[in-house]
Structures are given as C-alpha cells and as structure tokens.
C-alpha cells in the first residue's frame, strides 16, 4: 500500500511535468504505476496540496498553486516530528519510527541558508546549523512545524 505522501509526491510531480485536463487521466496514471486511488480521495489530496484547476495555453488543466504548494508536506513533516532538542551548536530532531529520513529530506529540500547539512537515523534527525547565531531560528522553525499540527509533543532543550 502506498502512503498518503508518496502518492501526493507522485501527484506533484506527474502535475509538474505533464498537462492533466481531468481527475481521471490522472488516476489512471497512478493506478498504471500501482497506485491504487480513488477520485474521491484524488479530489481531498487536491484539496490538502492546494492543485488548482485553471485555464491556459493547453486548455483547462490542474496546476499546483504556488501559494499552497508545500503546505501539505509541512503538515504531514509537522505529524512526524516527536520532539526536539539542542546543544550550543546542534539540534537533534525526535521523529516517528522511520520517518527521519524522510524528514531530513524535506529539511535539506527547503535550501534554507541557515541549514547547512542533515544527517538523518531510523528515529532521530541531527540538524547541523551553519552558524552558532541561527540556531534558534532554527529551532523556532520546527517548532512552527509541530505546532501547526493538532496534538500535544514534548518540546524540550529551551
């Protein structure tokens, strides 16, 4: 079974490199690659990754709104993350079993200056600041993260 984020990984960038006029030339893409969806659920995925559909130079066709593109992905990053603590130089990010990979990845993704690298276990995420002086502003990011989620984390090295 696939997971709600790898298929909406695969919905955006089936978006981003083909022209889709309707719901259905796009399940039938996904379902041709395993994944199997329905239009209902396609419409709240839609719905969560802010696709917009709108009408151009190749007709009526659904484009992944600037303005939303990426907000369902910290939502889902903010759900994964357990906890966070820190040292003087470096953050150490608690995650879901398996899921720090996949959280350093959106980390390294955000090319945030103030990030320098990631180094990423099973369940933990060690986020190397490039600067002594960014880490809090760090560390204010994910916490924006796990707060803009419904459910109580342990927040702890403040």
């Known amino acids: ?3 709600k984020l790898k298929r ?3 919905i955006k960038e089936i978006l981003l490199s083909q022209t889709i006029a309707n719901q259905e030339k796009l399940v039938d893409l996904l379902e041709a690659e395993g994944i199997e969806i329905t239009q209902a659920t396609l419409s709240r995925d839609f719905a969560e990754m802010g696709v917009t559909r709108v009408s151009g130079d190749n007709g009526i066709h659904y484009i992944m ?3 939303e593109a990426g907000s369902h992905i910290a939502k889902v990053i903010g759900f994964e993350i357990l906890s966070v603590a820190h040292n003087e130089s470096m953050i150490v990010v608690r ?24 180094v990423a276990g099973d369940d933990t995420v060690l986020v190397i600041p490039d600067k002594h002086k960014n880490l809090n502003n760090i560390i204010s990011f994910i916490k924006e993260l796990m707060m803009n989620v419904p459910k109580q984390k342990l927040i702890q090295g403040e």
């Open 1 to 3: 079974m696939v997971t």
């Open 8 to 10: 909406q990984t695969r």
């Open 95 to 118: 995650t879901l079993a398996g899921r720090a990979q996949g959280v350093a990845f959106y980390f390294d993704r955000l090319n945030k200056q103030e990030i320098l690298g990631t």
């Open 65 to 67: 709104n600037p303005s």
